[in-house]
């Protein structure tokens, strides 16, 4: 019977990835191809309403529920997401979950290499993150705050989706560039913590499962009044309070 019920949901996920594939068809022209060629504001921001439409499509057509947990702390214009990665459902997930907001997502350098993806962050004018330059990023942030004048500035400070063997919830350490980057735009950093694209949406995997995925948004966090002679050190106390606050916001949902 299990074996049946598997087989049955299984062909249910082709069948909706097959619908998801045809209706994708004219959101790939308004979202990559008419803004490639067409490059002006006006274009990016109809870019980026019909990936936030796509997305939606997405979650509907593959039976995906999000519950949004804190908005309470979303009190503020202008702000720094520090979030958990752990799929790549994470930014169709957190793009919904702030979808009322303008929202980039700083982008590391390798991932503008992946087709259709690197494309969509190029076209949106997404921060590029290059580990090997934090000067560099830093002009490239700036220079995205300048331009589009987002809401949300995004970053995953552990720097990647994850390791083999990773458990769900699991943190990995964060980069110590986050506290550089925090430490530079000064402003308020707002943990934000992800469960379940990971049964969503596991590794190794191309279709998604139904399920449910849980975006918890944490208390802001601001750093400006921490008093140091070593401006190396306050990165570093800004790095540490991240990691410590989100790894504890997730324990206490999952609790």
Partial sequence: MEAYEEKVNYAERIFKSSVFIGVSIPFFFTIIAIPFFIRNRRMRELSEKHTKKWFELLFKIFNIKLEVFGEKNLNLEKFIICSNHISFLDIPALTLAFKNRKIKFFAKEDVLKIPVIGWGLKIQNHPIVKASSPVSSIKDIIRVLDEEKPDILCIFPEGTRGEPGRKPNELLPFKEGIGFIVDILNLPVVPVG?????????????????????????????????ETRDRREKRKIITTALERNLKNLIESHTK
């Avoid at 992800?194 to 750093?223: A, M």
């Fill in 194 to 226: 992800i469960i379940g694209t990971h049964k969503v949406y596991p590794p190794k995997t191309i279709i998604p499962r139904r399920g449910k995925i849980e975006v918890i948004i944490g208390e802001p966090l601001d750093f400006s009044n921490i």
